[in-house]
Structures are given as C-alpha cells and as structure tokens.
C-alpha cells in the first residue's frame, strides 16, 4: 500500500513518466506494477487500515495483493467494505 502511495507521487511530481517507467526501474513487469498500484482503488478506510497493520516480525503478512484483489475488483466501496469485513 505504501509503495502505491509512493509511486503515485512520483508520478504526479513528474520524476517518473508512467507504470512502464516505474515498472522498469523497479525490476518488475508492467502487470505486476498495475497490480500494486491497483490498491490505491481501495476505500480510503481500507487503505488506512493496511498501512497501520501491525509491523510484522517474523512469519508472513497478515495480508497479501493478492488476497486483496477481490477487494480492488469490486465496482464500489461500499462492497469492497463487505468483502474486506
């Protein structure tokens, strides 16, 4: 979330071009940058709620993009706060 939210500024200050610009200088495909930068589509609560998940120590992320794709996908977010409930 927090790496959307970074790239999103780069992009509005202009220091990147574009998705394929960042996708390129981050060494990931242009699908996997849509794919981070598709979370800023999240409800705002969501957003915020992700970027104060508790700082995690060892072990794997309480959540993952991907388990959040069938978050970003639905059309509002009053839905998207239905499935991430």
Known sequence: MALAIRFDQLIRDGHVAD???LARL???TRARMT???NLLNL???IQEAILFL???EQGSDPVTERELREVVGA????EQQRIWG
């Not at 059309?75 to 009053?78: D, H, L, Q």
């Open 54 to 56: 508790p700082r995690v």
């Open 19 to 21: 998705y394929a610009e």
């Open 26 to 28: 981050g060494q990931v």
């Open 35 to 37: 794919q981070i930068m």
């Open 75 to 78: 059309e509002s977010w009053v």
């Open 43 to 45: 409800a705002p609560e």
